[in-house]
């Protein structure tokens, strides 16, 4: 029973263009969400986040958009540059302070020169 | 700067061997994890920790343990490996108090290989 799912393994976007990455949760007890950029070899690394009581969280090219009733969070990225090339994990958080965080299966993003 | 470290990088073994993967931080986290991920799979958090001499099984059942004698340091055994432990292990770290509560500081991973 997977509650965060990307769907998407794999994206390719040209360079300057917007990417869009998507991703879809079941359980409504999710409180707060988070994007991790990881590339390989190395562990994830923290992009961005939202709260649940927020719709839309910015942090210069990054944009993450949380629609609640759908259950869907995206990450938009724009300008896309070449060094964004990595596999993003979406990631949700359920209420209470245990702090324990539940991972997508991650979209691989490819930035085309 | 999020400093956690992980040793060894990447570990060929064979079965049956005992093995201790480490993980320490820096940062005086408090809480403490270790996620099992296979390659084009979601992270699974196989153990956490709120602090010293406190330690959970995550979501994902392991047959590893863990320790938590000191903040800084949360090492994770297998007694006998086995082929089927052959994955990447993330350790991560987080400050309850900080301000961003839910951020997870990852170390760069141990490859395992159990031949």
């Known amino acids: 029973d997977q509650q965060v799912k990307q769907n998407s393994p794999s994206l390719s976007v040209q360079e300057g263009r917007i990417s869009i990455l998507n991703c879809d949760y079941t359980?409504?007890?999710?409180?707060?969400f988070l994007w991790y950029k990881k590339y390989p070899a190395e562990g994830p690394t923290f992009l961005i986040s939202?709260?649940?009581?927020?719709d839309k969280n910015e942090d210069g090219r990054f944009t993450v958009f949380l629609n609640k009733s759908a259950k869907h969070l995206s990450l938009h990225i724009v300008p896309s540059q070449p060094g964004d090339s990595a596999v993003y994990f979406c990631?949700?958080?359920?209420?209470?302070?245990?702090?324990?965080?539940?991972f997508g299966q991650g979209t691989r993003l490819t930035i085309n020169p | 700067e999020a400093d956690i470290y992980q040793t060894p990088r990447y570990l060929v073994i064979g079965t049956g061997k005992k093995i201790t993967l480490e993980c320490s931080q820096t940062?005086?986290?408090?809480?403490m994890y270790w996620y099992q991920q296979d390659p084009g799979m979601e992270l699974h958090l196989i153990h956490y920790?709120?602090?010293?001499?406190?330690?959970e099984k995550g979501d994902l059942s392991s047959e590893s343990t863990v320790s938590r004698i000191r903040t800084e340091h949360f090492p994770l055994t297998l007694e006998s490996a086995r082929p089927s432990h052959t994955s990447q292990y993330l350790c991560?770290?987080?400050?309850?108090?900080?301000?961003?509560?839910?951020?997870?500081?990852f170390g760069p991973g141990t490859r395992l290989t159990v031949t």
């Open positions: 991560a770290s987080s400050d309850y108090g900080g301000n961003r509560p839910y951020e997870q500081y």
């Open positions: 939202i709260s649940s009581i927020k």
């Open positions: 940062m005086g986290h408090d809480k």
């Open positions: 990631a949700a958080s359920p209420e209470g302070g245990a702090q324990k965080l539940v």
């Open positions: 359980n409504s007890m999710f409180d707060y």
């Open positions: 920790s709120y602090g010293v001499n406190s330690t």
